[in-house]
């Protein structure tokens, strides 16, 4: 597959940004996201809210003082941790600097914060198309460059298997045969 100038140039700074990256091994999105808001100098706040399934699954929240992520809460592990990785990818590209976003959302997701406190709130459908597809690059590399740190560790000693967390947690099955 041929790749266009904007591609290979999103491809070179997703990767740029990864490398620059410490990701935790073995791999945790909820401390990635520590370290993170730690590099940034803010808090960032993780939330499980209710999504309408006819929106997106996770939502980017940022303040004047803190960043906010909002995941849907009826999902799978793994499907948390790209939402998560997703959001944080919107923040390590400066998509939170970019105007944007619904006003109306705030009030209903994060009642608690006073909407003159809210700068952006970024959800999947309130970026361009381009800073999308950025984002979901970046948080695929992320989360492959995490797989690979941690198929470098030693195996586990009870036995189980590294895939469990991939496959549902499911482990210690034996052979009926």
């Known amino acids: 597959m041929l790749l266009g100038?904007?591609?290979r140039r999103m491809w070179r700074r997703a990767g740029r940004i990864v490398d620059g990256l410490a990701v935790p091994t073995p791999f945790d999105a909820t401390r990635f996201i520590a370290s993170l808001?730690?590099?940034r100098g803010r808090p960032i706040t993780v939330l499980p809210v209710d999504l309408p399934s006819t929106g997106p699954c996770g939502v980017l929240v940022t303040t004047d003082s803190a960043d906010y992520i909002l995941h849907t809460r009826q999902t799978t592990a793994l499907h948390r941790e790209h939402i998560l990785l997703h959001e944080a990818a919107h923040l390590l590209l400066g998509h939170d600097r970019v105007a944007g976003g619904d006003p109306a959302v705030p009030r209903a997701l994060v009642g608690h914060l006073s909407p003159h406190l809210v700068r952006?709130?970024?959800g999947r459908t309130a970026f361009p198309e381009p800073a999308e597809r950025e984002?979901?690059?970046l948080a695929s590399l992320l989360r492959h460059r995490a797989l690979r740190k941690d198929a470098a560790l030693p195996p586990p000693v009870s036995g189980g298997s590294a895939a469990g967390p991939l496959v549902g947690g499911v482990?210690?099955?034996?052979d009926r045969g």
């Open 171 to 174: 482990v210690g099955l034996r």
């Open 120 to 122: 952006r709130v970024l």
């Open 5 to 7: 100038r904007p591609d």
């Open 37 to 39: 808001a730690e590099r």
């Open 135 to 137: 984002a979901e690059l």
